[in-house]
């Protein structure tokens, strides 16, 4: 009977464990996306014929986080990188491919994080040629990084806005399409179906996607990267008492809303983190939308002209 009542015991608390340890794992699928679906047009056709068929690239998406790719090409090799609106320098190859194009290591530099601090040591490097979005830059200084310190999976290189400069561009997730152009589709649009936004200027992240919004309903800086699977809020914008931590990530059991433009959305459950950027600016960035947001806009950024807009269609 003792051994019955002890065994008892046992199953208990194994059950009550093995509950806390499936709650744990599934903590994070309780995010939750409301009024998103607004964001994206019913007809994207009438964005993306602006453009010329020249001029529309078709993107890849060969990782795990919903993260869109470029093709770059190196002599006779083609390889897909991540196009990442958070890369502010130059391209980023990573010791996934580096085996197999051609450079030649000219420095030992770090690589920092947002808000200025280091995240690790990588090799400066000069490319003999690459080509890539229908331009080709020779003898172009770059980073070679191990993959690890940006990711948990393997994955080629990055490449960012930088080679966008003076451009306008959309990019569409759902039709897996990055259109390009020297010119601006602006005067074309209907100003009654967009939201045009005035990017912030900022010296340590000169092509990133900041701007003024609203998070909580408290003016606050909004961040676009397409480098990041995951968006956070800023923790210091919810109630501390409502903030509960897994190892799945750090989320506040609530609901905040966001505004962009004339339109909004909402998350429940949302992941937190601290967001500070190195940036010049006394507003909060109040959050960073990832991939897994982004996925659900149709954006255009124009850089021509002058002009530092980003289009929300």
């Not at 190196?74 to 996934?96: A, L, M, R, V």
Request: hydrophobic content about 35%; some cysteine.
């Amino acid at each position: 009977m003792n051994r019955y009542k002890y065994f008892k015991i046992i199953l208990i608390l194994s059950l009550i464990v093995l509950s806390n340890t499936l709650f744990a794992q599934y903590l994070r699928d309780s995010t939750k996306y409301i009024g998103l679906a607004r964001f994206y047009p019913t007809d994207d056709s009438f964005i993306l014929e602006k453009y010329g068929e020249n001029e529309k690239y078709q993107l890849a998406f060969e990782n795990n986080f919903s993260i869109p790719e470029v093709l770059v090409h190196f002599d006779d090799k083609e390889y897909p990188f991540q196009f990442d609106f958070g890369n502010s320098g130059n391209i980023t190859i990573t010791t996934n491919i580096c085996e197999s194009i051609e450079y030649e290591i000219t420095d030992t530099i770090f690589t920092y994080t947002p808000d200025g601090s280091i995240r690790g040591q990588v090799y400066s490097v000069i490319i003999p040629e690459f080509k890539t979005l229908n331009q080709t830059f020779v003898g172009e200084i770059g980073t070679l990084s191990d993959w690890k310190i940006f990711s948990t999976n393997p994955f080629n290189g990055l490449i960012g806005l930088k080679y966008l400069y003076n451009k306008c561009f959309t990019l569409s997730y759902p039709q897996k399409i990055l259109a390009v152009s020297n010119h601006s589709i602006l005067p074309e649009l209907k100003n009654g179906q967009i939201d045009t936004i005035h990017l912030e200027n900022y010296k340590m992240h000169p092509f990133g996607v900041h701007f003024k919004g609203r998070v909580n309903d408290q003016v606050a800086i909004i961040y676009f990267d397409t480098g990041k699977s995951h968006s956070a809020i800023n923790q210091n914008l919810v109630p501390s008492d409502k903030i509960v931590s897994d190892k799945s990530g750090t989320f506040y059991n609530g609901t905040v809303e966001v505004e962009i433009g004339g339109r909004s959305f909402s998350i429940y459950y949302p992941r937190v983190k601290n967001t500070n950027r190195n940036i010049e600016s006394n507003l909060p960035v109040g959050i960073e939308i990832g991939s897994d947001i982004l996925k659900y806009f149709l954006l255009t950024i124009d850089r021509t002209n002058n002009q530092n807009l980003l289009i929300v269609h």
